[in-house]
């Protein structure tokens, strides 16, 4: 019979690479996880290892019990949590994954009113950009994911969203539809813009640019080139302060989601409304089996409320 402490060691040990590297992030000795390894071969009568020096990599065998080792593991935490819920046990635990604009807007009204209505219930916080999160919210690294997707943009002749049943496989909980605005220089041209009006963002087509993450500079560039034109980038980063920062001094201009303008002190620089609209949809996803787990539910909850005081 498997039990699931060997599933958890034989993963942490296909992703570390060692039973050295797999027993420090299980808190527990290297002979433990050679001896709990030993029990899992024995007990699927096959070797899951194959051990050269230094070097250690997985069977068939071994690929294909980690292949199904996430979804047992799921459905094991899934169950754990219903199970403890039902009996009684006021706790919880929900990894939560956000991409940055989310983590400083969202994520602590969410996760304060959370922690005021079930104070037992634990919220650890890791930051990814889909599809990262996304993968690891299917790789059952994660409880939650907040993600987005963006539209695309209106006036090109394309209707519909990106990226269209990318997420069929999840729980989907949308929170709110968020406008992307273009950030100038304050002594730019463009700075002048009646803030009631707009500008069409071939405009900006002689700019140097600023762009985003990698999913949003793909965006920029797409809706740049629908303008008749494609952006000439300069810099790049993640880091919306930066970004910010780029603008103020001078450097280029760049395209945000309003969101990540609300999560930073936008010095020196002006936004304007951009034409044609582009918008993102900001989403939290979830596991069907773990959407049904208390404090993942209740933590979507927050989050809903969260988007509806943003919005």
Known sequence: MIEARHLRVLRAVATTGSFSAAGRELGCTQP????????????VGTPLL??????????QAGEALVRHAVGILSGLTAAEEEVAAIAGLRAGRVRLVSFPSGSSTLVPTALAALRAAHPGTRVSLEEAEPPKSVELLREGDCDIALAFRYERATGTGDSGQAGE??????????????RLVALVPERHRLARTDP???????????ESWIAGCPRCRGQLVKVCESAGFTPRIDFATDDYPAVVGL????????????????SVRPRGVRAVTLEPAVRREIVALTLPDLAQVPAVSATLEQLGRAAARVG
């Open 165 to 178: 049943g990318e997420w069929d496989d999840l729980v989907v909980r949308p929170l709110l539809t968020d």
């Open 247 to 262: 603008v103020g001094a001078g450097l280029g201009v760049a395209v945000l989601p309003q969101l990540a303008i609300e």
């Open 196 to 206: 009631s009006g707009s500008v069409a963002i071939g405009d900006l087509a002689a």
């Open 50 to 59: 194959i051990r050269t020096g230094r070097e250690m990599r997985l069977t």
């Open 32 to 43: 433990a996880v050679s001896q709990q390894m030993k029990a899992l071969e024995s007990s």
